[in-house]
Nanobody, 116 residues
Framework: QVLLVESGGGLVQPGGSLRLSCTASGSIFRFNAMHWYRQAPGKERELVAT???????SYIDSVKGRFTISRDNAKNTLYLQMNILKPEDTAVYYC??????????WGQGTQVTVSS
């Protein structure tokens, strides 16, 4: 069992930045992929960014050029650097780790609110 704990959320003004962290209770280097999802009020959870074990990354169009996903295997931590934040980025952000053997794990989420 691997526990994932997100941190770094909060209230920020439009145009501001936040860095989310997702720290695992165990090693993350074996995970095939790690992801950041978000869920806004009244909307379905959506995949925001993915990073594979080889370091390949992908993003939804609405965050390309503003968000950067990264992972530090030595620290067992996944990050999401979010710049030029917009009100429509307001959501609860979740990290997910996937392994073909162990399956998927989710964190509990961290709230990001972008408002003036």
């Amino acid at each position: 069992q691997v526990l994932l704990v997100e941190s770094g959320g909060g209230l920020v003004q439009p145009g501001g930045s936040l860095r989310l962290s997702c720290t695992a209770s165990g090693s993350i280097f074996r995970f095939n992929a790690m992801h950041w999802y978000r869920q806004a009020p009244g909307k379905e959870r959506e995949l925001v960014a993915t990073i594979t074990s080889s370091g390949a990354t992908s993003y939804i169009d609405s965050v390309k050029g503003r968000f950067t996903i990264s992972r530090d295997n030595a620290k067992n931590t996944l990050y999401l650097q979010m710049n030029i934040l917009k009100p429509e980025d307001t959501a609860v952000y979740y990290c997910r780790a996937y392994d073909v053997v162990r399956g998927a794990y989710w964190g509990q989420g961290t709230q990001v609110t972008v408002s003036s």
